[in-house]
């Protein structure tokens, strides 16, 4: 079975500054889909970035880019120009193309943004 | 498009008592399911739906009930609520189980805090 692993529950970021979150998992598929969700205290679950693991270039999105290394199988979010409304919990997750068709998440990392 | 709706947004209830979470979308999405939040252990899959008529189990199916009667509605039935279900409860659907052409976005709805006592 697949798992997804966040190993920072919490991390604190300067506003304007650079952070990185980590996300490790561990599969045997060899074709199957990485995704960060962004959580704010509203409660909403919002897709911030995806990952066609058959594509080498990494996705970006405005001030949002992952780091997808699939031999270490390690899927790390950089936000870049912290801004104060990029504080929220962030989910890694995992989806495989066969299956349940459900996401698979890691336990999430708590970002705290300093003004 | 409203999207992913969820009714209610809070619920109490009490040990034994029964309920149904409801959850609808307007995007004629086939594929839908039901997640919970706990503390400190990301979402975990209830039950899901491929279509109208089917459904099957997640990693925590015990105590929950789903039915899929029309495309659009996924209602969660909790038969007899314990304290171990107190949760988020998220409905999420999307336009297939598979990822089609790279776009396939699992959208949420806005969540239903229950608190069993």
């Known amino acids: 079975a697949q798992t997804v692993t966040q190993s920072q529950p919490e991390m604190s970021v300067q506003e304007a500054e650079t952070v990185t979150l980590s996300c490790t998992y561990d599969t045997s598929e060899s074709d199957y889909y990485l995704f960060w969700y962004k959580q704010p205290p509203s409660r909403q679950m919002i897709l911030v970035i995806r990952q066609e693991a058959y594509k080498q270039q990494n996705a970006t999105e405005n001030r949002f880019s992952v780091n997808f290394q699939k031999a270490a199988k390690s899927f790390s979010l950089k936000i870049s120009d912290s801004q104060l409304g990029d504080a929220a919990m962030y989910f890694c997750a995992y989806r495989s193309p066969r299956g349940e068709g459900n996401l698979i998440f890691g336990k999430g990392t708590k970002l705290s943004v300093k003004p | 498009n409203a999207g992913v709706t969820q009714t209610p947004k809070f619920q109490v209830l009490k040990t034994g008592q029964s309920m149904t979470l409801q959850c609808a979308q307007d995007m004629n999405h086939e594929y839908m399911s039901w997640y919970r939040q706990d503390p400190g252990m990301g979402l975990r899959l209830i039950h899901y739906?491929?279509?109208?008529?089917?459904?099957d189990q997640g990693e925590v199916p015990n105590g929950y009930n789903v039915s899929r009667s029309t495309t659009e509605d996924f209602p969660l039935r909790l038969l007899s609520a314990a304290p171990s279900q107190t949760s988020v409860y998220f409905c999420a659907s999307s336009y297939s189980m598979f990822e089609v052409g790279g776009h396939n976005e699992q959208f949420f709805g806005p969540g239903t805090r229950l608190t069993v006592l």
């Open positions: 739906s491929v279509g109208a008529g089917i459904t």
